[in-house]
């Protein structure tokens, strides 16, 4: 080992980084030449006491509570916007048990009655909540947060691959429904990969495409109950996004492309499905 | 006749009654459920993370070199953590939370202040390190928190989190490599670079207290 090596090795020798054979060698070449020695020395104790003097800044009273309180609003929110949805299947099921206990005894009229009209009123209850215009705002704000999380952490796709034939097994393989999943690279769309998310209590595939330089996820998840929605296109926050609906599946496209390309992205990516 | 098929009748009634509170107090349970299994998640994210927010307020402090936007930063980091939680199985929560800060923080820089991101060293103020400050000299004055606090903050923002990273939370390469998303063979080259522009800062702000 030279002295030139043995300088640029110092730092990992110094954190014990160094891989027992690399070590062994720069503290050969340190006993054998006094002016590495030297420096190490001088870097050793020097970075020693920076690394002492460095104020570290502990969290402020106070910050913890904040923390918490912000991790409990979320909870309170999360719960308020669920709850219903969630509950609605678990009657639904429980609800032919039923009938079919009172289609045995005819004459109780009366009872089935009740039970129709308490679930007609569970059933508007949870309408009008699946409706509130918070719970979209909210959902869009869940969609943005995860489209710039994709982009950020360096977690664009689990699946990368420009091939719907690889990205469309890893995904049915990964859930409990078969996205559609098509290449719309010849329409300048192309396929980037697939990646699994979880939006809104369950889990759902995201679709990447890319338009030119940036990038469209495209968040996709079974119907649930009543499909009749129209197109909606929205801008929050500066991205735009676009929910449409078909018989299978709720789509949300979610980019930072203007509302044209995004449209015309939906169009492609539908007659493609259409096609098939 | 007419009194057992009331009695018939009135029991009948009585277990529609029961079923339909059947179904309504299991509504109930399920919410009650969903309630505890959400306190739960709260409970057991706090065990794990809540013990590292010293460490994630001061990486959050010296990348933003601002008290107010650290505790946003914080904040926010903790509440994108939570939404994640579920898909964390790993077992260093700390490293983990830290990437998330690191993150977030640099977020907030890109948005607010691009200038931060890039290396600014001025060749008038950092004169080449001074040979005449013997190395006794810079030991005394290295001591000197404000000092050193001074010459950190001037470093550019990967070079203070490299020094943060390794100095303060004492974390391994590996570690740090996964945090500040860099190849591991990086990290290495790049905290020597950090230390020794450090080095060079504490030495040229004590021979202009000189």
Known sequence: MNCEEARELMDGYLDSELDPITNQALEGHLRDCPACEQAYETHRSLIRVIGNATPYYEAPAGLRERVRSSLREEIAEQSTRKVAPDAEPLFSRRRPESRTVLLGTPWNWLGLAAAIIFAAIIAVNFLSRGHRPEADQFLATQLIASHVRSLMANHLADVPSSDQHTVKPWLDAKLDF????????NEGFPLVGGRLDYLDNHPVAALVYQRRKHFINLFVWPVAGDAAKATTSMAHQGYQMLHWVDPDFNYWAVSDVNEKDLQEFKQLFEKQIASR | MALPLKAEHASQTEDFGSDRKIVKFVLVKKREEQDDSRQGDVASFEEALLPHLDAAHNLARWLLRNEQDAQD??????????RSFRGF????GRAWLLTIVRNTSYTLLKKNRAA??????DEEIHAPTDESVNPATILEHSEDAELVRQAMDELPADFREILVLRHQECLSYKEIADIAQIPPGTVMSR???ARARLKEYVTARISKEK
């Open chain 2, 191 to 193: 905290l020597a670079r």
């Open chain 2, 116 to 121: 931060d991101l890039t290396t600014t060293f």
């Open chain 1, 178 to 185: 078969a996205p559609p999943v098509v290449d719309l690279s």
């Open chain 2, 89 to 92: 199985h790993g077992t260093n």
């Open chain 2, 73 to 82: 930063v914080v904040q926010e980091a903790y509440l994108r953590a939570f």
